[in-house]
């Protein structure tokens, strides 16, 4: 018996355990909220967290080092503690690794402006698939599915459709149920939109996109930072493409470029020089709201000289996920095994 239980204890330390997939931060703004009863909010915290970082959202083996990092602040504007009745602003990021860096990319920027449930303290957030419970739990459900399939996306090439399958079916449910913001009614500002949009046929150019710049573009920097910053003009040329080719991209389009303005920014102003004339025109005809920081590129790209760096910062190899489902074609990352 004493040898069984030694096996099994070294087994548990050694064999390396299976996570979920999500490492969610979730911070909640109050401070426009009267009265002293705050206590709900952090009740609140703890459970939005445990419910999206216990939950088993896939069918697939995560490691520790894999889960998704996600960060979500509720910005609180009225809370009516007769009704339980919140309405919040909602900021969703989630982030990616890239490859043999240390750098963390921002891979979705969703911000929901009136997001409106009920809530009371320590309420069970539970959560069915094919039933609309309440708003909390299926937008919360779905911005999961979302930044599922966004990641999945972007370590192979069409790999996140089944996740924007299974945000449909919450978008679904809840549209069925009345509730705003969840129809696709074309006015490119609610979730019906946004998830008709990336299973629309027409969207394939953008699912090339997200793959290319990040799988061929910044995981491509760490060895070869000239090959992978013109991936990246690859990438932008897809979007390009796609907006050629589908007269209602501006939704999805605003989604790529709240995410990356930034960062293509920070590409195009360091390391080696390439043609940003080129680039910053196709920028400006596909983000023209961005027009300030195309500028910047414009102003600096210019000057930049053929030994910077530029893209993600290098460091020593660190683990990505590298499995059947994800990184085809792309040099395998050295695991310690």
Do not use: C
Not at 45 to 59: G, M, S, V
Not at 132 to 149: M, Q
């Amino acid at each position: 018996m004493q040898r069984f239980i030694f096996i099994f204890i070294l087994t548990f330390m050694f064999y390396p355990l299976q996570a979920q997939e999500f490492k969610a931060d979730v911070t909640i703004n109050a401070a426009s909220v009267r009265g002293s009863n705050k206590q709900v909010f952090k009740t609140l915290e703890k459970a939005i967290e445990e419910f999206i970082n216990k939950r088993r959202w896939t069918d697939k083996q995560f490691q520790n080092h894999e889960k998704i990092k996600v960060d979500i602040m509720l910005n609180i504007k009225s809370y009516n503690i007769n009704k339980n009745d919140i309405t919040a602003e909602l900021y969703f990021r989630s982030y990616r690794p890239v490859y043999n860096s240390d750098y963390e990319t921002l891979l979705l920027n969703l911000v929901d402006k009136n997001f409106r449930f009920t809530y009371r303290e320590f309420e069970k957030l539970d959560f069915n698939l094919e039933l609309f419970d309440n708003n909390l739990v299926s937008t919360l459900a779905f911005y999961v599915y979302v930044a599922l399939g966004h990641d999945f996306d972007s370590f192979k090439e069409n790999a996140g459709k089944p996740f924007y399958e299974k945000a449909e079916i919450v978008q679904t449910n809840a549209d069925q149920n009345g509730v705003s913001g969840w129809a696709k009614d074309n006015k490119n500002n609610s979730k019906g939109d946004l998830i008709e949009q990336l299973l629309n046929g027409n969207s394939n150019f953008y699912h090339k996109a997200v793959y290319t710049y990040h799988r061929w573009g910044l995981d491509m920097m760490a060895d070869k930072l000239s090959l992978g910053k013109n991936n990246i003009i690859t990438a932008i040329n897809y979007l390009k493409k796609f907006k050629d080719e589908n007269h209602n991209s501006d939704y999805l389009l605003k989604v790529f470029f709240d995410t990356k303005a930034d960062e293509i920014v920070q590409i195009f102003t360091a390391g080696p020089s390439v043609n940003t004339a080129f680039v910053v025109n196709k920028l400006r005809k596909l983000a023209p709201n961005y027009d300030f920081k195309w500028d910047e590129i414009s102003k600096n790209g210019s000057q930049v000289r053929n030994n910077g760096m530029g893209g993600p910062p290098r460091s020593a190899p660190k683990n990505l996920r590298n499995n059947n489902e994800r990184g085809k074609g792309m040099p395998r990352i050295n695991k310690g095994k």
